[in-house]
């Protein structure tokens, strides 16, 4: 009996974290849903007996404990209403944040003070907490029934021939870093009034081609990844999930990509870096390499929609601590990238740096930028309408990025102990001027024109040229290590929608028109 009295208490709990799992089914791990769960209810029952001992009244307890759950997993989504609304930052972050709080409490003072039977509110509020666990689990049950697994594409390597070429002699170690959202340079003249020249400079002094008209095969990372690292362009998959937005054959084609299954059956050792994007840690890799066991992207997305992401006291702030962990991710990645390789065995490093792309943490000269409202990695028209403050943050922090990845460079290309080839590549362009839904309300140079900076030690670049896409990134490398050859793919690029990520539109060529008439 007690049981149902508290029920809508610890749903109202449990229930926001159910809900973001179904809603990201195929990205967020069940373990981090279980271990978010058990702090939760362990939280809620502390709170239960606590109250209970001091109001000696049960069900005034179970109601006291639902209220609050409301207003601290509710919060999120009255702000995004208010932000649709509103782009005042007073307004978002003083003004709304006390009146839900002092609503809050007048709500609790109620409940509190109410001398009525409160036996039907809680038959109510288990009815509604019922339906609500009913319709997540119908969700999740669903998208299990009715979801078919992509094969495992690391299991089939197609009719390559996997031996090493003849005469190539010691297998070269092989880094590929991904500069989330790194622009190319026109763009960056362009539309950013940023002149690059002094980076792409030492990249080319070092010996790195760059191919300056390359464009992305896809806006979105899972899109690009998915394609780069199979070398393929993704049109089976569209046309197998045409109807879905699940980002889940995405993220094993990621995680059981072709090239890493290629590369260790030629003796590669795999390594590979945390992103704090669930769906770019590659935890097959030989040597994994994170600080902690728990998906920070699942905590980030949920602990935003709480009422603690509002909070920006002077002793908590949840938006300047998250911030600290990502710049530390950021340096730590791009100093250890050069300290990976092996003495008697070749190495395929990945790391996967969200940088420049937003959250902006960083000034030009490394220090903390001013937080901006919620700490979120969203973009385009999900990041927000102020395209002159994107322009203006993100130039910030790619100067910054250019200084860490310098350094990053230097050391990888002084160490002669094995060759190498060295891939700096960005999976898509920024998005200032992004409109998730809609191709002809982006600007499309900006989100493809993308940086393609490949270095091999021994100094042949042939076969690489100005247009070069990831697809065919891995292609031209692989020809050069393997017997078997695979013909290079046109350069293609599609755009692809936040919702409905699958239906594809080509624009490629759009993106070969002049800069400013391809704009729109």
Same mark, same amino acid.
């Given at each position: 009996?007690?049981?149902?009295?508290?029920?809508?208490?610890?749903?109202?709990?449990?229930?926001?974290?159910?809900?973001?799992?179904?809603?990201?089914?195929?990205?967020? @791990?069940?373990?981090?849903?279980?271990?978010?769960?058990?702090?939760?209810?362990?939280?809620?029952? %502390?709170?239960?007996?606590?109250?209970?001992?001091?109001?000696?009244?049960?069900?005034?307890?179970?109601?006291?404990?639902?209220?609050?759950?409301?207003?601290?997993?509710?919060?999120?989504?009255?702000?995004?209403?208010?932000?649709?609304?509103?782009?005042?930052?007073?307004?978002?972050?003083? %003004?709304?944040?006390?009146?839900?709080?002092?609503?809050?409490?007048?709500?609790?003072?109620?409940?509190?003070?109410?001398?009525?039977?409160?036996?039907?509110?809680? @038959?109510?509020?288990?009815?509604?907490?019922?339906?609500?666990?009913?319709?997540?689990?119908?969700?999740?049950?669903?998208?299990?029934?009715?979801?078919?697994?992509?094969?495992?594409?690391?299991?089939?390597?197609?009719?390559?021939?996997?031996?090493?070429?003849?005469?190539?002699?010691?297998?070269?170690?092989?880094?590929?870093?991904?500069?989330?959202?790194?622009? @190319?340079?026109?763009?960056?003249?362009?539309?950013?009034?940023?002149?690059?020249?002094?980076?792409?400079?030492?990249?080319?002094?070092?010996?790195?081609?760059?191919?300056?008209?390359?464009?992305?095969?896809?806006?979105?990372?899972?899109?690009?990844?998915?394609?780069?690292?199979?070398?393929?362009?993704?049109?089976?998959?569209?046309?197998?999930?045409?109807?879905?937005?699940?980002?889940?054959?995405?993220?094993?084609?990621?995680?059981?990509?072709?090239?890493?299954?290629?590369?260790?059956?030629?003796?590669?050792?795999?390594?590979?870096?945390?992103?704090?994007?669930?769906?770019?840690?590659?935890?097959?890799?030989?040597?994994?390499?994170?600080?902690?066991?728990?998906?920070?992207?699942?905590?980030?997305?949920?602990?935003?929609?709480?009422?603690?992401?509002?909070?920006?006291?002077?002793?908590?702030?949840?938006?300047?601590?998250?911030?600290?962990?990502?710049?530390?991710? %950021?340096?730590?990645?791009?100093?250890?990238?050069?300290?990976?390789?092996?003495?008697?065995?070749?190495?395929?490093?990945?790391?996967?740096?969200?940088?420049?792309?937003?959250?902006?943490?960083?000034?030009?000269?490394?220090?903390?930028?001013?937080?901006?409202?919620?700490?979120?990695?969203?973009?385009?028209?999900?990041?927000?309408?102020?395209?002159?403050?994107?322009?203006?943050?993100?130039?910030?922090?790619?100067?910054?990025?250019?200084?860490?990845?310098?350094?990053?460079?230097?050391?990888?290309?002084?160490?002669?102990? @094995?060759?190498?080839?060295?891939?700096?590549?960005?999976?898509?362009?920024?998005?200032?001027?992004?409109?998730?839904?809609?191709?002809?309300?982006?600007?499309?140079?900006?989100?493809?024109? %993308?940086?393609?900076?490949?270095?091999?030690?021994?100094?042949?670049?042939?076969?690489?040229?100005?247009?070069?896409?990831?697809?065919?990134?891995?292609?031209?490398?692989?020809?050069?290590?393997?017997?078997?050859?695979?013909?290079?793919?046109?350069?293609?690029?599609?755009?692809?929608?936040?919702?409905?990520?699958?239906?594809?539109?080509?624009?490629?060529?759009?993106?070969?028109?002049?800069?400013?008439?391809?704009?729109?």
């Amino acid at each position: 009996m007690k049981f149902l009295l508290l029920f809508h208490s610890v749903t109202f709990a449990l229930y926001p974290i159910f809900y973001l799992y179904s809603a990201n089914l195929g990205q967020a @791990r069940f373990f981090d849903v279980a271990v978010s769960a058990a702090v939760t209810l362990l939280c809620v029952v %502390i709170l239960l007996l606590l109250i209970e001992k001091f109001i000696q009244n049960l069900q005034k307890t179970a109601l006291l404990v639902s209220t609050l759950c409301f207003a601290i997993f509710a919060y999120g989504a009255f702000d995004e209403l208010l932000v649709s609304f509103s782009d005042s930052a007073t307004l978002r972050n003083i %003004i709304f944040p006390a009146l839900w709080f002092l609503g809050f409490c007048g709500s609790a003072w109620l409940v509190a003070r109410t001398t009525q039977n409160l036996e039907n509110a809680g @038959r109510f509020l288990n009815v509604m907490a019922l339906a609500m666990l009913v319709l997540v689990f119908a969700d999740v049950a669903r998208y299990n029934l009715s979801f078919a697994r992509l094969p495992a594409v690391s299991s089939d390597v197609g009719s390559l021939q996997v031996t090493p070429q003849t005469g190539i002699g010691v297998l070269p170690d092989i880094y590929y870093l991904i500069l989330d959202g790194y622009a @190319r340079n026109d763009i960056l003249s362009e539309l950013y009034q940023y002149d690059n020249s002094e980076f792409s400079g030492f990249l080319e002094q070092k010996g790195f081609y760059i191919a300056s008209q390359a464009c992305a095969n896809y806006p979105q990372t899972y899109l690009s990844l998915a394609s780069s690292l199979n070398f393929t362009y993704l049109d089976e998959v569209a046309q197998k999930f045409f109807d879905l937005n699940t980002a889940e054959p995405l993220v094993e084609m990621i995680s059981n990509n072709r090239l890493m299954a290629t590369l260790k059956a030629l003796g590669y050792q795999t390594v590979a870096f945390a992103s704090g994007y669930s769906g770019t840690e590659l935890k097959t890799a030989d040597r994994y390499i994170s600080r902690t066991l728990l998906s920070r992207e699942f905590f980030h997305t949920l602990i935003n929609t709480t009422f603690f992401a509002a909070l920006k006291l002077p002793f908590f702030d949840l938006s300047v601590s998250e911030a600290d962990i990502h710049r530390e991710r %950021i340096r730590n990645t791009l100093s250890a990238i050069a300290n990976q390789n092996l003495p008697s065995e070749p190495v395929f490093v990945f790391a996967h740096v969200i940088c420049p792309h937003p959250p902006f943490v960083f000034n030009h000269d490394g220090q903390a930028a001013k937080a901006q409202n919620r700490f979120h990695i969203q973009d385009g028209s999900h990041w927000g309408s102020d395209t002159a403050t994107y322009r203006k943050m993100y130039k910030e922090q790619l100067t910054y990025l250019n200084t860490l990845v310098k350094q990053s460079v230097d050391n990888l290309v002084a160490d002669q102990t @094995r060759p190498r080839i060295i891939i700096v590549q960005s999976d898509h362009g920024p998005g200032s001027d992004l409109n998730w839904q809609n191709p002809e309300k982006t600007n499309l140079p900006e989100r493809f024109g %993308i940086l393609q900076a490949i270095y091999f030690s021994d100094g042949n670049n042939s076969g690489l040229y100005p247009e070069i896409s990831p697809v065919n990134t891995f292609r031209l490398v692989l020809n050069r290590l393997l017997a078997s050859k695979m013909p290079l793919l046109e350069d293609k690029s599609y755009f692809a929608p936040w919702f409905g990520r699958y239906r594809f539109v080509e624009v490629t060529e759009r993106l070969r028109s002049p800069l400013s008439s391809a704009s729109r």
